[in-house]
């Protein structure tokens, strides 16, 4: 039996790193955009409306966009200003909603259940909605409907400039004729089999009996007869809840090492940024610990555009350290922490250092996940170094 049903809004900008572009310059409004690493080994990260009628999209190797889509307008972009307007668009709605889960760069979760009592939830997202177009001066759309997965899909169908209520009586019929594809969390391989199964729209796959479905894919296949059916029991994470990576380690004997500390540091870091990139996730906060011989802890902050690369999050912790360690005495600890994590794409960290750099990046991570995450590391980073 299906728990209550709740009330969940959904919002994703439309075509965000495009629409930031057209912020900055109107010339670009009502054109093929397409933005990206602009070289030939480049990905396609984010591309106006008017270049996807020429079949382009996110992920797309670049060469491939242009050859589709010549005369548009291609741009590297920024992830310093997409940081920027995430986060205002976040802090809008911290401000105005009960509970809100920032899921990615340009996506939100709403829980308004309870709140449907005192407010219509439609009209309240309504006019969210309008807020953010007249405050923020983005477009973005939204659905509004019983779970978190149903909303999402409601968001992707009205796109762009959307808003769409499915109520739980509509919700079955609004689903069966879309594309299983259309289920968040489908993956391609996932995809061919059941198209050669001969399953391709939702409401087939709501006839498969579910264990069929689990001994086929296993948990993810039963997952996925449950979205299939309207089901998704998942919370809303309020953003401050949501989980952030970190590290520390203790020293053997108490140390004044700096050089050695932030050897540690980095080694610490590279760690952790792998993790990142493992779960499909980017930070834009990093926190550095320390703790004197005496106990006493002290700690510093910084946010940072959101990225997933070493060379970015090293740089910053070195720098938190050299800020925070501020009395001459022994320490016994020392700790990173990445927080402000959202779900990202591997993309959109290629702006700021070089695509050489991320495709070197990109190696050491298969070597990782071959051989274990000390396999690879970077040249400063000496075991005999670390600890003391
Ligand atoms: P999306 O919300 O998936 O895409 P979008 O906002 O560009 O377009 P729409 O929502 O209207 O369909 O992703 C948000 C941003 O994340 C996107 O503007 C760029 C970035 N991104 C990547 O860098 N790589 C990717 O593969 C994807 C899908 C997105
Ligand atoms: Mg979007
Ligand atoms: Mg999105």
Not at 246 to 266: E, N, R
Request: aromatic letters at 8%; glycine letters at 6%; a positive charge.
């Amino acid at each position: 039996m299906q728990l209550a049903d709740k009330h969940i809004i959904h919002m994703d900008q439309d075509a965000f790193f495009v629409s930031v572009e057209i912020k900055k310059d109107s010339r670009l409004a009502g054109k093929a955009v397409i933005i990206g690493g602009l070289s030939d080994r480049g990905v396609v990260s984010s591309c106006s409306y008017e270049a996807r009628k020429f079949g382009v999209h996110s992920a797309m190797p670049m060469r491939m966009a242009r050859q589709l889509c010549p005369h548009a307008i291609f741009v590297k972009g920024s992830m310093d200003d997409y940081s920027y307007y995430s986060h205002q668009v976040t802090e809008l709605l911290q401000e105005r909603v009960p509970i809100l889960e920032k899921a990615s760069i340009d996506e939100h979760y709403i829980d308004m259940t309870g709140m449907d009592r005192f407010f219509g939830c439609m009209k309240f997202a309504q006019e969210l909605r309008k807020t953010i177009l007249d405050q923020i001066g983005l477009p973005i759309s939204f659905g509004l409907s019983i779970n978190k997965t149903v909303s999402k899909i409601v968001t992707n169908e009205c796109k762009p400039n959307g808003e769409k209520e499915v109520s739980k009586p509509e919700v079955q019929p609004f689903l069966n004729p879309l594309s299983i594809k259309k289920i968040p969390g489908l993956g391609d391989s996932t995809f061919i089999k059941l198209s050669e199964m001969g399953v391709r729209k939702i409401h087939t796959l709501t006839q498969i009996p579910p264990d069929l479905m689990f001994k086929i894919l296993g948990q993810n296949g039963l997952s996925l007869w449950q979205k299939a059916n309207g089901i998704d029991l998942s919370p809303v994470v309020p953003y401050r809840e949501q989980k952030s990576i970190g590290k520390q380690s203790t020293f053997d004997s108490d140390s004044m090492d700096v050089a050695g500390m932030k050897v540690l540091l980095t080694d610490m870091v590279t760690k952790l940024a792998f993790e990142l990139r493992q779960q499909h996730k980017l930070t834009a906060c990093v926190t550095v610990t320390i703790r004197y011989a005496n106990f006493e802890t002290v700690t510093q902050q910084a946010k940072i555009p959101y990225t997933s690369l070493d060379s970015i999050l090293i740089t910053k912790a070195k720098e938190l350290f050299d800020k925070v360690y501020q009395k001459r005495m022994l320490l016994r600890l020392v700790g990173v922490k990445l927080s402000h994590l959202v779900g990202g794409y591997e993309q959109i960290s290629l702006y700021g250092p070089s695509e050489k750099m991320y495709n070197l990046y990109q190696r050491m991570d298969k070597i990782r996940n071959l051989y274990g995450t000390d396999a690879v590391r970077l040249a400063t980073v000496f075991p005999d170094k670390i600890g003391r």
